[in-house]
């Protein structure tokens, strides 16, 4: 399984930014897809989950009502729409997907999950 962003930038506090992620391969076992993300410094942190099949969705308190998720399962494609961006949204942010999850637990620790981890290559977010 391959994945890959595209999206991210510098944008103004306040402003917009939607990043996306583009599964290829063997993408059939994905259930579980997401975005995380990394400041300097910072642990890496979940920012939000979505599944597959149903479309069942979970955010970070620090993100809720500001980012949506959003996937096209027949695509493989899922999106991240961040609105009213805030300097401590600065990160490099990963996508994700793995075949079995939790949504909770899997935001919280991305290691909560069944079978391996696919990671995109990161996306710079930065608000400034």
């Known amino acids: 399984v391959q994945l890959v962003e595209s999206g991210g930038g510098l944008v103004q506090p306040g402003g917009s930014l939607n990043l996306s992620c583009a599964a290829t391969?063997?993408?059939?076992?994905?259930?579980?897809m997401g975005w995380f993300r990394q400041a300097p410094g910072k642990e890496r942190e979940g920012v939000a989950v979505i599944t597959r099949i149903h479309g069942g969705t979970e955010y970070a308190d620090s993100v809720k009502g500001r980012f949506i998720i959003s996937r096209d399962s027949s695509k493989m494609t899922w999106s991240l729409q961040m609105n009213n961006l805030k300097p401590e949204d600065t990160a490099m942010y990963y996508c994700?997907?793995?075949?079995?999850?939790?949504?909770?637990?899997?935001?919280?620790?991305?290691?909560?999950?069944?079978?391996?981890?696919?990671w995109g290559q990161g996306t710079q977010v930065t608000v400034s």
């Open positions: 391969g063997k993408t059939n076992v994905l259930n579980c």
């Open positions: 994700a997907a793995v075949t079995g999850c939790s949504l909770t637990p899997w935001l919280r620790d991305p290691g909560n999950k069944s079978g391996p981890m696919n």
